[in-house]
């Protein structure tokens, strides 16, 4: 639930995601709660959930605090925890960490590197400060923490298949999923390990409701936030691939003051890009995903569900017994 706030709704999230028998929980850091303290309560509250961050962006830390923290909950999850790490937007780095976001392909290449080095207890090999001493974290090793990114280009995501175990598209037409796995396997050859390939794991926005007219519009929400108001940088990935005129058409629907809308000529978009409908339909959507080549698809709930549509979107998604 990437814009949920309330405290309560996280912890409900968990322990039922838990008890539904869900893969993983993955929370990511926007504007609201620290992450990091969030999965370590549902460290404590859950017994069988793999935990992750989906994602810390790699500005909004310096690599040893990303790692101590992923060292931290490694441990207080007795080894369930999952490391997700991108460059998340220009708009969330600039307009809330007032961090100028510049040659984000190296930032992250740089933090996986120092990260890893530190949660293998070696020194930090210092890529800024190179005169000084460099340090390591006093703590046991934590051991092959998985690292997964987000990633959109083509570049990234060669780098994801270079140097991370996942890869944590979001905003990623399904029908192009194909290609990214393509960059994936170049960038793992270009490693020398043409064997080990990300997990693919794309996150993907899932509004399920018995009315399919009510459904659709909670996916066209999705959809049209974070076209309007998150920056430029979806916007210009989708028109990359081949739905320009998709993005124009929200774009003019939600001016010049939001409305939450995806006009028809746009549906597309809803198909390639969300997990939407009666819980039959939705299911058969996010089947869909399974055959393009998602492994783990990551489902991202609407913030303010109430505890009944919370349970009712859950159970309507979860794993087969």
């Known amino acids: ?16 995601a838990d008890r539904l028998g869900y893969d993983g929980l ?8 620290d992450t990091t303290v969030l999965l370590a309560e549902a460290a404590a509250r859950t017994e069988r959930l793999t935990l992750g961050t989906g994602i810390l962006g790699v500005w909004n830390r310096s690599a040893a605090t990303i790692a101590m923290a992923a060292a931290t909950l490694a441990t207080v999850s007795r080894g369930r925890f999952v490391l997700g790490l991108g460059a998340s ?4 780095t600039e307009g809330l960490h007032d961090v100028r976001f510049a040659a984000p392909i190296a930032r992250v290449r740089r933090t996986v590197q120092q990260v890893r080095a530190l949660l293998r207890g070696e020194r930090i090999p210092l890529a800024v400060t190179t005169e000084a001493r460099a340090l390591k974290l006093n703590l046991p090793p ?12 083509a570049q990234s995501v060669r780098l994801t298949g270079e140097v991370a175990d996942g890869w944590m598209p979001f905003i990623y037409p399904r029908s192009y999923l194909r290609y990214g796995i393509e ?14 390939v ?11 409701s018995e009315d399919p007219a009510g459904a659709r519009e909670g996916a066209a929400w ?66 869909r995903w399974h055959d393009a080549g998602a492994e783990v698809p990551v489902l991202l709930l609407r913030p303010g569900l109430s505890p009944d549509e919370m349970t009712f979107t859950l159970r309507a998604l979860a794993p087969a017994p």
């Open 1 to 16: 639930m990437p814009l949920e706030n309330r405290h309560e709704a996280f912890v409900t999230l968990a322990t039922q």
């Open 26 to 33: 993955f929370l990511p850091e926007t504007w609201a709660y």
């Open 89 to 92: 937007t220009p708009q969330l």
């Open 142 to 153: 934590a051991g092959e923490v998985p690292i997964y990114l987000a990633a959109l280009g």
């Open 183 to 196: 960059e994936l396997r170049a960038g793992a050859a270009a490693a020398g390990h043409p064997e080990r």
């Open 198 to 208: 990300p997990s693919v794991c794309p996150s993907l926005p899932a509004v399920v």
């Open 222 to 287: 999705f959809v049209s936030f974070y076209l309007t108001t998150m920056g430029t940088l979806y916007r210009q990935s989708l028109t990359r691939q081949g739905f320009g005129k998709e993005v124009e058409a929200v774009l003019a629907a939600n001016a010049p003051r939001f409305a939450g809308v995806v006009p028809p000529d746009a549906d597309a978009l809803l198909e390639e890009l969300v997990v939407f409908g009666t819980p039959a339909e939705a299911r058969r959507r996010l089947a």
